[in-house]
């Protein structure tokens, strides 16, 4: 096909209209006359910028130069060097700010379409049954990582591509953390995306034990001391949500993000063969401007409600991605910036019956470099909704922490760790991901596990 080098190959989108009724993904992904068109724009850079924008440092080009070529099982071995779960970052990554954000193409144009060629590639090998590449031989060490999130997932399969026997506890009936009950079902498929790179990571010879609570079924010190494992990496994420302590957060119809996007997800309630409640509502408030309010508030669309997106600041501040917001809008969600909740009402019977809220305007910049929004005197006004989802990020879990002998921790419950290779004030126990840094992206918290796993290889190698 003809290419302008100047502008990306367009990717194919389901309709707004039409994809607000269902839970089908909403990129369609390239074909592979589309991949290799775009693949044929990169410039090769000698110095490639690209790989110093993604935090698990992707040979870019190289796979991109097989894919040229039309070589699409070479272009997945490269990328499955560096990546563990490569048809999750080509749909959830945000590339537009980093891989993408460097491109040199980008100057004098569109960037490069990395995300998209990265899925391309992942999802051709799957229907393929390309694999990773598996370990020779153990070299005799075991590690326990806990929790099978991005940072699990990532740090266990390059630990096993190392040799090392690895064993992932994951305390939920699924393996895949967030990617498994925190991303939509039309951003993320399960069956097809998720489970097929766990089964990929489990290919390399991990084990995965469900259902198992670290804190409570065993300790990271019995790990150590009684169960014969070498190192220890947690990798538990941050599910613990926060709320505005407003008053009416305790009624009926309000929801953490977290909740409610489990609900749907893990437990399936958007489909109406599974028996898992979940109140819908006619008329949904999402409190929050991220890419898990996006994700809150296009759910309980797609389950027949109308729906705000109440956020304090502008547009210009909303912390989610760009393509997300533009995906929001399009489906008709409605979006009610520079406002502030400041109660939820609340009927006899316990149900929420609106939320009081007022207008914001920005002042002067806070700590985060962002403009503070100040309330705007006698602009209260109350919302029509029966349904609020509070989307205000998470915390870790103390449970592991509490629980362990000299692992420290910092102010806000999160366990303090290396950035370099992700060693803990405990010795042979290493963290890293969104139990370490609070709710982050998918890809920061697989750098964090591939930084650690390199720790963790440096720590047992001198032994």
Same mark, same amino acid.
């Given at each position: 096909?003809?290419?302008?080098?100047?502008?990306?190959?367009?990717?194919?989108?389901?309709? =707004?209209? +039409?994809?607000?009724?269902?839970?089908?993904?909403?990129?369609? @992904?390239?074909?592979?006359?589309?991949?290799?068109?775009?693949?044929?724009?990169?410039?090769?850079?000698?110095?490639?910028?690209?790989?110093k924008g993604c935090p698990v440092n992707i040979n870019i080009p190289g796979f991109i130069k097989e894919?040229?070529?039309?070589?699409?099982? *070479?272009?997945?071995?490269?990328?499955?060097?560096?990546?563990?779960? =490569?048809?999750?970052?080509?749909?959830?990554?945000?590339?537009?700010?980093?891989?993408?954000?460097?491109?040199? !193409?980008?100057?004098?144009?569109?960037?490069?379409?990395?995300?998209?060629?990265?899925?391309?590639?992942?999802?051709?090998?799957?229907?393929?049954?390309?694999? =990773?590449?598996?370990?020779?031989?153990?070299? %005799?060490?075991?590690?326990?990582?806990?929790?099978?999130?991005?940072? @699990?997932?990532?740090?266990?399969? *390059?630990?096993?591509?190392?040799?090392?026997?690895?064993?992932?506890? $994951?305390?939920?009936?699924?393996?895949?953390?967030?990617?498994?009950? @925190?991303?939509?079902?039309?951003?993320?498929?399960?069956?097809?995306? +998720? *489970?097929?790179?766990?089964?990929?990571?489990?290919?390399?010879?991990?084990?995965?034990?469900?259902?198992?609570?670290?804190? &409570?079924?065993?300790?990271?010190? $019995?790990?150590?001391?009684?169960e014969g494992f070498d190192a220890v990496f947690i990798g538990s994420g941050a599910g613990l949500p926060?709320? #505005? %302590?407003?008053?009416?957060?305790?009624?009926?119809?309000?929801?953490?993000?977290?909740?409610?996007?489990?609900?749907?997800?893990?437990?399936?309630?958007?489909?109406?063969?599974?028996?898992?409640?979940?109140?819908?509502?006619?008329?949904?408030? +999402?409190?929050?401007?991220?890419?898990?309010? #996006?994700?809150?508030?296009?759910?309980?669309? !797609?389950?027949?409600?109308?729906?705000?997106?109440?956020?304090?600041?502008?547009?210009?501040?909303?912390?989610?991605?760009?393509?997300?917001?533009?995906?929001? &809008?399009?489906?008709?969600?409605?979006?009610?910036?520079?406002?502030?909740?400041?109660?939820?009402?609340?009927?006899?019977?316990?149900?929420?019956?609106? #939320?009081?809220?007022?207008? #914001?305007?920005?002042?002067?910049?806070?700590?985060?470099?962002?403009?503070?929004?100040?309330?705007?005197? %006698?602009?209260?006004?109350?919302?029509?909704?029966?349904? +609020?989802?509070?989307?205000? %990020?998470?915390?870790?879990?103390?449970?592991?922490?509490?629980?362990?002998?000299?692992?420290?921790?910092?102010?806000?419950?999160?366990?303090?760790?290396?950035?370099?290779?992700?060693?803990?004030?405990?010795?042979?126990?290493?963290?890293?991901?969104?139990?370490?840094?609070?709710?982050?992206?998918?890809?920061?918290?697989?750098?964090?596990?591939?930084?650690?796993?390199?720790?963790? *290889?440096?720590?047992?190698?001198?032994?």
């Amino acid at each position: 096909m003809e290419v302008d080098v100047l502008k990306r190959v367009p990717v194919r989108e389901q309709e =707004p209209k +039409v994809r607000a009724t269902n839970f089908d993904e909403v990129c369609l @992904g390239y074909n592979k006359e589309e991949a290799m068109a775009e693949a044929t724009r990169c410039l090769q850079c000698k110095n490639p910028q690209c790989v110093k924008g993604c935090p698990v440092n992707i040979n870019i080009p190289g796979f991109i130069k097989e894919l040229a070529e039309g070589k699409v099982e *070479d272009a997945y071995h490269v990328i499955s060097e560096y990546s563990a779960l =490569p048809a999750v970052c080509g749909r959830v990554c945000p590339q537009e700010s980093q891989c993408e954000a460097k491109c040199i !193409r980008g100057i004098k144009g569109d960037a490069v379409s990395i995300g998209k060629l990265e899925r391309f590639v992942a999802d051709t090998a799957r229907e393929e049954g390309i694999k =990773p590449v598996k370990a020779e031989k153990l070299n %005799g060490k075991k590690v326990a990582v806990i929790g099978s999130g991005p940072a @699990g997932l990532t740090c266990a399969g *390059d630990l096993a591509k190392l040799g090392y026997e690895v064993t992932i506890f $994951e305390a939920l009936h699924k393996a895949g953390g967030v990617l498994s009950y @925190g991303i939509p079902e039309f951003r993320l498929p399960k069956s097809k995306v +998720v *489970d097929s790179e766990v089964e990929n990571v489990k290919s390399l010879g991990v084990k995965i034990e469900t259902n198992v609570v670290i804190g &409570k079924a065993t300790t990271i010190d $019995e790990l150590l001391d009684e169960e014969g494992f070498d190192a220890v990496f947690i990798g538990s994420g941050a599910g613990l949500p926060r709320f #505005m %302590g407003i008053p009416g957060e305790n009624a009926n119809g309000v929801f953490s993000a977290n909740e409610y996007l489990t609900r749907s997800n893990l437990m399936k309630a958007f489909d109406d063969s599974y028996a898992t409640p979940i109140s819908a509502g006619k008329k949904v408030a +999402v409190v929050g401007g991220g890419n898990v309010a #996006m994700d809150a508030a296009r759910t309980a669309l !797609r389950l027949g409600a109308e729906v705000h997106i109440v956020y304090r600041r502008s547009e210009e501040e909303l912390p989610a991605r760009v393509e997300e917001v533009h995906h929001a &809008k399009e489906e008709g969600i409605v979006f009610d910036l520079l406002t502030n909740p400041t109660e939820i009402l609340v009927d006899e019977e316990g149900n929420v019956k609106g #939320m009081t809220c007022i207008r #914001m305007e920005l002042g002067e910049p806070d700590e985060s470099g962002r403009r503070r929004p100040v309330e705007v005197a %006698g602009s209260e006004f109350t919302l029509d909704v029966d349904t +609020v989802i509070m989307s205000l %990020g998470t915390s870790p879990n103390p449970l592991i922490s509490s629980t362990t002998e000299g692992l420290d921790i910092n102010k806000r419950k999160c366990i303090v760790a290396e950035e370099v290779n992700g060693q803990t004030s405990k010795a042979k126990v290493y963290a890293g991901g969104d139990a370490v840094t609070g709710a982050a992206t998918v890809i920061l918290a697989m750098g964090a596990g591939k930084a650690a796993a390199k720790g963790i *290889d440096e720590f047992l190698s001198a032994q």
